[in-house]
């Protein structure tokens, strides 16, 4: 069993990224397999580079570590992915091979309109009629000095795929219906999400992939573009979110609790811990713990079934000394 935590540095990781972290190590430490720590830092513009380290060393004050990553090394590095575009390359030139890869030349404002315009297909699912809108303004976007984006073409042709989730059972995903062509390149020529961690996750031999449940929907793609690609994709864990005291899913940009302010305040890693928990219905009550205790003490396999709230009470209780 191998597992992976891959954090994006734009800033220091907030509750649920570290409640997530807490679960991906909890499952691979209590299948007695390995885990990777990957920083996904694909999008410089976005990037803080103080956050590439900060984030590692924010998980190693929660008491987590990992096997491989880009401070420890390994078999599967570099651990960065924004060392590993020649990775993406070679896939990006398979697809070509394969016919599967196509040019976007629509804006966003284009998408939108296309989405609202009468008639539209429902959901965000590029398709036919995108191609052809796209086709019908690629010569005025090539005068205008204009990139297109690069797709992934999945239609109805393609069928189905399946992704196996711990918590969710095996789900299905019509590619014409629910996928739709997918980004792999982005006109400003950064590599897409979906086609990094694909790659990554192949190539690091993770076989399983624990994260939040907004991230359910995206699976699809992900294990279209493995098997276009020839991969196999790791199964999953969807893990119903940490929402804040408004209800609200937690975000980096919309501030809140992170762990680098819990830290810098004075608060007890322990307590973080047995807050992280207790939310995640592993103890009844917040109580200090490392993970190694929660590991033997608690009941790690348990999963809340909706969203959790970090309420007031529980925030005090945490920041207490």
């Not at 690069?150 to 995903?173: I, L, Y």
């Not at 062509?181 to 950064?190: E, K, P």
């Not at 305040?265 to 009844?284: E, Q, S």
């Not at 917040?286 to 959790?308: G, H, I």
Request: aromatic share 6%.
């Amino acid at each position: 069993m191998r597992g992976r935590f891959a954090p994006s540095p734009t800033g220091s990781l907030h509750l649920g990224n570290a409640r997530t972290a807490l679960l991906a190590w909890a499952s691979a430490r209590s299948q007695g397999g390995a885990l990777v720590l990957r920083v996904e830092d694909l999008d410089g513009p976005r990037t803080v580079p103080a956050a590439v380290a900060g984030n590692l060393d924010e998980l190693r004050w929660l008491g987590l570590d990992w096997d491989e990553g880009p401070d420890v090394g390994g078999p599967h590095g570099p651990y960065l992915q924004s060392e590993r575009g020649e990775r993406y390359l070679a896939a990006l030139e398979r697809l070509a091979a394969a016919g599967r890869l196509a040019e976007d030349w629509l804006s966003r404002r284009d998408l939108r309109e296309a989405a609202s315009a009468p008639h539209a297909p429902a959901g965000p699912v590029y398709g036919t009629a995108e191609r052809r809108l796209s086709a019908a303004v690629a010569d005025a976007r090539r005068r205008e000095g204009r990139s297109p984006a690069q797709r992934a073409r999945f239609d109805a042709r393609d069928g189905e795929v399946e992704a196996f989730d711990r918590r969710h059972g095996t789900r299905r995903f019509d590619l014409a219906r629910d996928v739709g062509d997918v980004v792999v390149r982005r006109s400003d020529g950064l590599w897409a999400y979906a086609l990094a961690v694909v790659v990554d996750d192949a190539a690091m031999g993770i076989t399983e992939v624990v994260r939040g449940d907004d991230l359910l929907a995206a699976t699809g793609a992900q294990v279209a573009l493995a098997r276009a690609l020839g991969l196999d994709p790791p199964t999953y864990a969807h893990a119903p979110l940490l929402h804040d005291a408004d209800g609200m899913r937690m975000a980096k940009r919309r501030g809140g609790a992170t762990l680098a302010e819990l830290r810098a305040g004075g608060a007890d890693p322990g307590r973080v811990v047995g807050a992280l928990a207790a939310t995640l219905g592993w103890i009844a009550a917040p109580r200090p713990l490392t993970p190694a205790e929660a590991l033997l003490a608690c009941d790690t396999s348990a999963w809340p079934s909706r969203p959790t709230r970090w309420t007031p009470e529980l925030d005090a209780w945490v920041r207490r000394r």
